[in-house]
């Protein structure tokens, strides 16, 4: 069975975001997608001082399988891109030192949209065989 952290939140996209101080958040893939697609061969992320919008393309994971689209889940300013990320990074420890970016929230309630661990599982466990990812 799949653990994920109690303190961050998820989307249906598999990421997940790890609130921080006041309005900054972390955003990472979850290990459920990197197990479904296997292993990563290169990650394309946002710059250091983007604006992303919530619901847009901002950034890519290339599997061996096919290339999956980061949607971002908030918007806001990304204030800071992990600088020792590459593949083996995400594959090895996609809950902890293979975070993705930090962005500073436009607004802190858009936290509220967002699922659970609980709700992210139970999301999960209900669409994973027929969900095309």
Do not use: K
Request: hydrophobic fraction near 35%; aromatic fraction near 6%; proline fraction near 8%.
């Amino acid at each position: 069975m799949t653990e994920i952290p109690d303190d961050v939140l998820c989307t249906s996209d598999h990421l997940w975001i790890r609130p921080g101080n006041g309005s900054r958040v972390r955003l990472g893939v979850t290990s459920v997608l990197l197990d479904h697609f296997g292993p990563v061969e290169s990650v394309s992320l946002p710059d250091d001082g983007e604006e992303v919008v919530s619901g847009d393309s901002c950034g890519d994971v290339e599997f061996s399988v096919r290339t999956w689209e980061i949607i971002s889940p908030v918007a806001g300013e990304v204030v800071a891109v992990n600088p020792s990320i590459d593949a083996d990074q995400v594959e090895a420890d996609p809950w902890g030192d293979g975070w993705l970016f930090d962005v500073r929230l436009s607004d802190p309630e858009q936290l509220d949209e967002l699922l659970d661990p609980d709700e992210y599982l139970s999301l999960i466990h209900i669409s994973e065989p027929t969900r095309p990812y």
